[in-house]
């Protein structure tokens, strides 16, 4: 083989290699390639801004026309269940004690709504409901209670009627009872409240606010306690909103500032309810927090302690207009 072939093919093997070997950017260089990505991606986020409030601008455009377009009267109604269901059995499980029982959970927990949507005014009504049964049974005692004992027991209904000041704002009148249902406790207590002229604030579809300065709490008992009725102030406030995807979540507040005595007196409550649901079905949460300081009293406690339910279980949902 001639000697200036090979010089020739060593040449281009190493120019082969040296065109796979490449040479690292410089510091310049690099910060140069970062200003033009920097300078692409402001571009692209101002294009983004501009599209994401073009597409708001057109779905207000589209929820007025919906509601150009929608006839009154309008109605609309809905319902939400949840369930739940615990049972336990033991047999000589000697690690427990008692060793041998069975028990059983019953919780439910109902919400139900419907709303007439009228030009110049409104009418909402509310009712909501949860029950829970707790039966326990000792074996090793014949002579024990193992009958159902109720756990929750709460009902409440609520009439909120609106004539319209704006779209977001009415004057407003309101009806709320709440009373228990087992064992004879119902009306025994109940409250009952009623709201002259007030507000009712409804800034967004999901959300509103009702303030009635002048609200006369009536409390109904049969009980050796005296319960104390008195002229307060009514706030109420409801919100929805679709937490992700399937994922709802429905709460109420209820609160009365008593005028007369307003530590003793007063109450409030907290109802929460979340749900999933596929067709309708899913998994439901209802939460409830409330405090009523005269309740503690006619139990003989010595403090006013928060008052929690929670029902977990299955769920059904129906929300409908008509």
Not at 55 to 71: G, R, W, Y
Not at 251 to 263: E, M, Q, V
Not at 288 to 300: D, F
């Amino acid at each position: 083989m001639k000697p200036q072939f090979l010089l020739l093919l060593l040449c281009y093997a190493i120019t082969a290699i040296q065109a796979q070997v490449k040479t690292p950017p410089t510091t310049e260089e690099l910060q140069v390639l970062l200003a033009t990505k920097a300078q692409a991606l402001d571009t692209v986020n101002a294009q983004l801004m501009a599209l994401t409030a073009q597409s708001e601008s057109l779905k207000m455009e589209m929820i007025a026309l919906k509601d150009q377009i929608t006839p009154y009267p309008r109605w609309r109604g809905g319902l939400s269940t949840t369930m739940g269901l615990n049972l336990a059995n033991y047999d000589n499980w000697l690690p427990r004690k008692p060793s041998s029982l069975s028990s059983a959970t019953i919780a439910a927990a109902a919400n139900i709504f419907m709303r007439l949507d009228q030009r110049r005014y409104f009418w909402k009504n509310d009712l909501a409901a949860n029950l829970g049964w707790l039966k326990f049974d000792d074996k090793d005692i014949p002579d024990d209670n193992d009958s159902f004992r109720p756990t929750s027991d709460v009902l409440n209904i609520r009439s909120l009627f609106g004539w319209k000041i704006t779209k977001k704002l009415a004057f407003s009148t309101m009806m709320e009872y709440r009373t228990s249902l087992l064992n004879g406790r119902f009306n025994n207590p109940s409250y009952l409240d009623l709201g002259s002229l007030g507000l009712a604030w409804t800034p967004t579809p999901n959300f509103s606010a009702t303030l009635h300065s002048l609200n006369y709490n009536f409390v109904f008992s049969r009980d050796e306690f005296n319960f104390e009725g008195s002229l307060g102030a009514k706030l109420v406030v409801d919100y929805e909103q679709a937490l992700a995807k399937g994922l709802a979540w429905k709460s109420n507040f209820s609160a009365f500032a008593s005028y007369k005595k307003l530590s003793e007196l007063s109450n409030w409550a907290w109802s929460n309810n979340f749900s999933t649901a596929v067709k309708g079905f899913g998994v439901g949460l209802d939460l409830a927090l409330r405090s009523n300081k005269q309740e503690s009293r006619a139990a003989e406690l010595d403090e006013n302690p928060l008052q929690l339910f929670w029902v977990l279980g299955v769920s059904y949902n129906l929300s409908k207009g008509f």
